[in-house]
Nanobody, 124 residues
Framework: QVQLVESGGGLVQPGGSLRLSCAAS????????MTWARQAPGKELEWVSS????????AYADSVKGRFTISRDDAKATLYLQMNSLKPDDTAIYYC?????????????????WGQGTQVTVSS
C-alpha cells in the first residue's frame, strides 16, 4: 500500500534552517509529481511547493519563494524540502502528498495520498 512518511521537523530559531524528508513506498515514485503543504493552528491547509516527475519543474507559494527548495531523489524514493531563513509564520505541520498526475498545477491539490505530517516550530 502507499505510504508517505515525513521526518526532519523540530524546533528552530528564527533565521534557522531545517530539511524535511518524505520517504515514499508502495508506488512508482518517479512517475508522479509530489507536493508539500502545511497547516498552521487554526488555519486552512496551505500549498507550499510542488515538483513534477523527473524534477525538472518546481513551483513555490509566494510566502516561501526564495527561502524553500523542493527536490526529489527517485533512486531513494524520497522527497525533500530545504527550508532556510525560517520565520515564526512558517510554524505548522508539514505534509507531503502524492499527485495523481506526473505534473502539477501550482496551488492545486491533485493528490490522492498524504503523509501523517511533521511539526515545524519556529520560535526563539
Amino acid at each position: 500500500q502507499v505510504q508517505l512518511v515525513e521526518s526532519g521537523g523540530g524546533l528552530v530559531q528564527p533565521g534557522g534552517s531545517l530539511r524535511l524528508s518524505c520517504a515514499a513506498s508502495g508506488f512508482t515514485f518517479s512517475t508522479y509529481a509530489m507536493t508539500w503543504a502545511r497547516q498552521a493552528p487554526g488555519k486552512e491547509l496551505e500549498w507550499v511547493s510542488s515538483i513534477n516527475s523527473g524534477g525538472g519543474r518546481t513551483a513555490y507559494a509566494d510566502s516561501v519563494k526564495g527561502r524553500f527548495t523542493i527536490s526529489r531523489d527517485d533512486a531513494k524514493a524520497t522527497l525533500y524540502l530545504q527550508m532556510n531563513s525560517l520565520k515564526p509564520d512558517d510554524t505548522a505541520i508539514y505534509y507531503c502528498a502524492k499527485s495523481v498526475l506526473d505534473t502539477f498545477y501550482p496551488g492545486n491539490f491533485d493528490n490522492d495520498y498524504w503523509g501523517q505530517g511533521t511539526q515545524v516550530t519556529v520560535s526563539s
